[in-house]
């Protein structure tokens, strides 16, 4: 059985809590379609393209991984990719409570899409995109929270 799953979130920018994440849900899923959500709303640093091109370029050698743009409904997409699993990673307590949420609101919206929640390694639970970039923003050392390429974009940013 052919099983597609989607990662969704802003992913600004990719560390290695989600690199975790995905590598956890390439081992329950044949295709995985990692999806940058547009999110302006949450103001990114970086644009949706840069995003995408910083994912890329971490796992371009897998050819199970798919990384797409997305702004419509995440439900709408999941089902125009065939995909049955909707991945999350869950961090902290704090993220069961939006995580709970939304996993009911999209039950509802489509009861055949089931929701699979990973945890990173305990070193990589911590790591969140925006803490990585004050850390960033303030030249501190990112090295243990992201890959070079991320690191060298934010530096690039903060120039
Ligand atoms: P969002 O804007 O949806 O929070 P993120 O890019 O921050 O998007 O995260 C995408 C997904 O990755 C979410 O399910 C989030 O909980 C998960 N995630 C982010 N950081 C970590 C981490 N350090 N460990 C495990 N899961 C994480």
Not at 90 to 116: A, P
Request: aromatic share 8%; net charge negative.
């Amino acid at each position: 059985m052919n099983r597609t799953g989607i990662y969704p979130g802003s992913f600004d920018p990719i560390h290695k809590g989600h690199i975790d994440i995905i590598n956890r849900a390439t081992k329950l899923v044949d295709k995985l379609y990692i999806a940058v959500a547009d999110s302006p709303h949450k103001k990114p640093l970086f644009n949706l393209d840069e995003r995408k091109e910083m994912i890329d370029e971490e796992f371009s050698n897998n050819s199970s991984i798919e990384v797409i743009a997305f702004d419509n409904l995440l439900i709408d997409l999941a089902n125009s990719l065939n995909a049955e699993i909707l991945i999350r990673g869950l961090r902290v307590v704090s993220d069961f409570e939006y995580e709970f949420q939304m996993l009911g609101m999209n039950r509802q919206l489509d009861s055949k899409i089931e929701t699979v929640f990973l945890m990173a390694d305990a070193q990589r639970q911590s790591i969140s995109s925006n803490f990585v970039k004050e850390i960033a923003r303030l030249g501190g050392d990112i090295s243990n929270f992201t890959n070079k390429f991320v690191a060298s974009k934010l530096r690039d940013k903060y120039k």
